[in-house]
C-alpha cells in the first residue's frame, strides 16, 4: 500500500472518530441543559450522524475496494460530499450545516 492511501485511510479514521466526540460532546450538552433546543436544532445531530455514515462509507471504499486508482477515488469522494450536502439541505431546508440556529 502507498503511502497516499496509508494518509487518506488515516484521516478517515479521525474523521470518525472525532465525529464520535463531537456527537458525544453535543448529546451530553443537550441532555444537561447547556446548550438549548432552541439554540442548536436536533436536526443537525442528524446531519453528524451522517457524516460519520459517510466516512465509513468512505473508508470501506479506500479499504477494500479496488481503488488503486487515485483518479476513481478522488470522483468517489467528490460523489460522497454532493450527496451530503443534497441531504444536509434537505434535513435543514436552506441553513447550512453550521447555521443552524
Given at each position: 500500500?502507498?503511502?497516499?492511501?496509508?494518509?487518506?485511510?488515516?484521516?478517515?479514521?479521525?474523521?470518525?472518530?472525532?465525529?464520535?466526540?463531537?456527537?458525544?460532546?453535543?448529546?451530553?450538552?443537550?441532555?444537561?441543559?447547556?446548550?438549548?433546543?432552541?439554540t442548536f436544532h436536533i436536526q443537525n445531530l442528524e446531519t453528524l450522524f451522517l457524516i460519520l455514515i459517510i466516512a465509513v462509507i468512505e473508508l470501506f471504499t479506500i479499504k477494500y475496494a479496488f481503488l488503486r486508482n487515485r483518479v476513481l477515488l478522488i470522483v468517489i469522494e467528490i460523489i460522497l460530499v454532493f450527496v451530503f450536502l443534497v441531504v444536509d439541505r434537505r434535513f435543514?431546508?436552506?441553513?447550512?450545516?453550521?447555521?443552524?440556529?
Amino acid at each position: 500500500m502507498d503511502n497516499w492511501l496509508r494518509i487518506t485511510e488515516i484521516s478517515m479514521g479521525l474523521e470518525l472518530f472525532l465525529g464520535a466526540i463531537l456527537i458525544m460532546v453535543v448529546n451530553r450538552r443537550l441532555r444537561s441543559g447547556r446548550i438549548s433546543k432552541r439554540t442548536f436544532h436536533i436536526q443537525n445531530l442528524e446531519t453528524l450522524f451522517l457524516i460519520l455514515i459517510i466516512a465509513v462509507i468512505e473508508l470501506f471504499t479506500i479499504k477494500y475496494a479496488f481503488l488503486r486508482n487515485r483518479v476513481l477515488l478522488i470522483v468517489i469522494e467528490i460523489i460522497l460530499v454532493f450527496v451530503f450536502l443534497v441531504v444536509d439541505r434537505r434535513f435543514n431546508g436552506k441553513e447550512s450545516f453550521t447555521g443552524g440556529v
